[in-house]
């Protein structure tokens, strides 16, 4: 069981736009900033928002990353065949003094 | 070019042990945070544990406290994670990552920026 909640599954046609949602507390999510990552099927995590809604260069713009409150999410627009991928979110948790992930969300580009 | 390189993944028996490294070159080693973060076969990926730029601070996740050690060596450019007592449930894939900073006025958490291609731990008798 994650301490940052995600869900399993999100799907969209190309072009459509998905939010992926990351629910975490006030010890996590609540005090820190949020993190995205995107891993592609046999490759390693790859940075994909920091400071919760900031991308690293190289990112493209169709992705976006938002905070309120304990909960974040993000956004792909123009949803692309390539996105196909799992999606985590992460963030510092003060509590366990340690760095946790979301269970990941599979999206599926239909 | 910006690199890590994890070696020393492999078969071990349950209760055994197993040192797993991450060798960096392209960026300044010494002034990185690393972190260790698994990924169990077909599961989420998992943070284990990361370390400070001189080494002065380490923190785990609760499961691998007392069975695992973090450390690096600046002066080899290298991680290190020593892994004792291991568990079937320790079985993952290992990647090292680079704990970036950023600074903007104060300094402020960049993210995991730079992964190596893993390696593979697997505990079973």
């Known amino acids: 069981q994650s301490v940052l909640t995600q869900p399993p599954s999100a799907s969209g046609t190309p072009g459509q736009r998905v939010t992926i949602s990351c629910s975490g507390s006030s010890s996590n999510i609540g005090s820190n900033t949020v993190n995205w990552y995107q891993q592609l099927p046999e490759t390693a995590p790859k940075l994909l928002i920091y400071s919760n809604n900031q991308r690293p260069s190289g990112v493209p713009d169709r992705f976006s990353g938002s905070k309120s409150g304990s909960s974040a999410s993000l956004a792909i627009s123009g949803l692309q065949s390539e996105d196909e991928a799992y999606y985590y979110c992460a963030t510092w948790d003060d509590s366990l003094n340690a760095r946790v992930f979301g269970g990941g969300t599979k999206l599926t580009v239909l | 070019e910006v690199q890590l390189v994890e070696s020393g993944g492999g078969l071990v028996q349950p209760g055994g042990s197993l040192r797993l490294s991450c060798a960096a070159s392209g960026f300044t080693f010494s002034n990185s945070w690393m972190s260790w973060v698994r990924q169990a076969p077909g599961k989420g990926l998992e943070w284990v544990a990361n370390?400070?730029?001189?080494?002065?601070?380490?923190n785990y996740v609760g499961s691998v406290k007392g069975r695992f050690t973090i450390s690096k060596d600046n002066a080899k450019n290298s991680l290190y994670l020593q892994m004792n007592s291991l568990r079937g449930e320790d079985t993952a894939v290992y990647y090292c990552?680079?704990?970036?900073?950023?600074?903007?006025?104060?300094?402020?958490?960049?993210?995991?920026?730079?992964w190596g291609q893993g390696t593979t731990v697997t505990v079973s008798s």
């Open positions: 990552a680079r704990d970036r900073w950023g600074f903007s006025g104060s300094y402020y958490y960049y993210g995991m920026d730079v």
């Open positions: 370390i400070k730029q001189d080494g002065s601070e380490k």
